[in-house]
T-cell receptor
Framework: NAGVMQNPRHLVRRRGQEARLRCSPMKGHSHVYWYRQLPEEGLKFMVYLQKENIIDESGMPKERFSAEFPKEGPSILRIQQVVRGDSAAYFC??????????????FGEGSRLTVL | GDSVTQMEGPVTLSEEAFLTINCTYTATGYPSLFWYVQYPGEGLQLLLKATKADDKGSNKGFEATYRKETTSFHLEKGSVQVSDSAVYFCALSGPNTGNQFYFGTGTSLTVIP
């Protein structure tokens, strides 16, 4: 059973370009979370999604950032017009729905974005 | 709102030393408490958890006890190894958090031979 898959693992963008980060949750998981980890800082919640729904986006910057989790395909975190301050590791995590939820999050290995 | 506060690092210990990383929480209701570990260059993975008061989670020689009276979930290990060098995150989640997980800021541990 494959774990949470994130790609790309490393992404380099120039200021003003767009970054798209993908996350395929574990099989059977319908909840996806995105977190950002800045150098020397902790893990910051960004957004929590279920299939076709954004449940909580209170951690997402209001501009340039968006996330989706379509009925088919991976979850996508999109950053438009990237700036140097967006350089970070972005982690995706998933969990199963309802009664199968043991309260554990399963994390991917992260996507490391570098903005030049 | 719900939150987790953990001891700031970095922490540097010699091999076989005793480890304690403090974690306290604020929550409505009765959340589950977790410790996650992040090894260099990797994602987080669950180390241990406790789902109710007085439960003790344990794994790989690490232990933490859910203390409702002190709202704490301190991580301990009696004898650390070099391979334990990592960043440790305390977290909580529960029925009152809407499946949301709240993480502490992480504590970096370096174990030297």
């Amino acid at each position: 059973n494959a774990g949470v898959m994130q790609n790309p693992r490393h992404l380099v963008r120039r200021r003003g370009q767009e970054a798209r980060l993908r996350c395929s949750p574990m099989k059977g998981h319908s909840h996806v979370y995105w977190y950002r980890q800045l150098p020397e800082e902790g893990l910051k919640f960004m957004v929590y999604l279920q299939k076709e729904n954004i449940i909580d986006e209170s951690g997402m910057p209001k501009e340039r950032f968006s996330a989706e989790f379509p009925k088919e395909g991976p979850s996508i975190l999109r950053i438009q017009q990237v700036v140097r301050g967006d350089s970070a590791a972005y982690f995706c995590a998933s969990s199963p729905p309802g009664s199968r939820n043991t309260g554990e999050l399963f994390f991917g290995e992260g996507s490391r974005l570098t903005v030049l | 709102g719900d939150s987790v506060t953990q001891m700031e690092g970095p922490v540097t210990l010699s091999e076989e030393a005793f480890l304690t990383i403090n974690c306290t929480y604020t929550a409505t209701g009765y959340p589950s408490l977790f410790w996650y570990v992040q090894y260099p260059g990797e994602g987080l993975q669950l180390l241990l958890k406790a789902t109710k008061a007085d439960d003790k989670g344990s794994n790989k020689g690490f232990e933490a006890t859910y203390r409702k009276e002190t709202t704490s979930f301190h991580l301990e290990k009696g004898s650390v190894q070099v391979s334990d060098s990592a960043v440790y995150f305390c977290a909580l989640s529960g029925p009152n958090t809407g499946n949301q997980f709240y993480f502490g800021t992480g504590t970096s541990l370096t174990v030297i031979p």
